[in-house]
């Protein structure tokens, strides 16, 4: 797929022709949704108000919006791709050094912390980052 055709919206990376298409259905399943509300209540209820039939044929509008999102949404899945690597401890100190963080104040920090936290950051291999060991255990395995 050209990356050129692929565009950044609201967070997140589209597809700009199946965005265009999504669009297109849209304002299609949704008017006629619209104009066939309409022509329903205009025909099977004669004494009700211009413009509760109007009202009521824009929910019914709205529906068709929905309806068209969940096609559109099963015709084109998205583009992301997701890869995940483990990072190294190195990778790890490398964005400790990027974020410019205060390594004592993090040490300190994490001593007001609860202790599920704690556990949770150990098992994210955290703790001992912020805690200041891995650059001891880095330079005792060099």
């Given at each position: 797929m050209e990356n050129s055709r692929l565009a950044d919206i609201w967070g997140d990376t589209v597809d700009l022709r199946h965005l265009a298409y999504g669009m297109v259905l849209?304002?299609?399943?949704?008017?006629?949704?619209y104009m066939g509300g309409v022509s329903y209540l205009k025909a099977n209820y004669p004494k009700l108000p211009l413009n509760l039939i109007t009202g009521y044929s824009l929910l019914i509008g709205i529906v068709g919006c929905l309806l068209s999102a969940f096609i559109a949404a099963k015709l084109f899945p998205?583009?992301?791709?997701?890869?995940?690597?483990?990072?190294?401890?190195?990778?790890?100190?490398?964005v400790i050094q990027e974020?410019?963080?205060?390594?004592?104040?993090?040490?300190?920090?994490?001593?007001?912390?609860?202790?599920?936290?704690?556990?949770?950051?150990?098992?994210?291999?955290?703790?001992?980052?912020?805690?200041?060991?891995?650059?001891?255990?880095?330079?005792?395995?060099?």
């Open positions: 849209g304002i299609i399943i949704a008017l006629v949704a998205p583009k992301r791709e997701l890869k995940e690597a483990e990072l190294s401890a190195e990778d790890r100190l490398l974020l410019k963080l205060d390594q004592e104040a993090e040490r300190l920090e994490l001593e007001t912390l609860p202790p599920e936290i704690i556990e949770e950051m150990k098992q994210l291999k955290l703790y001992d980052l912020f805690a200041g060991q891995a650059d001891a255990k880095e330079k005792g395995a060099s």
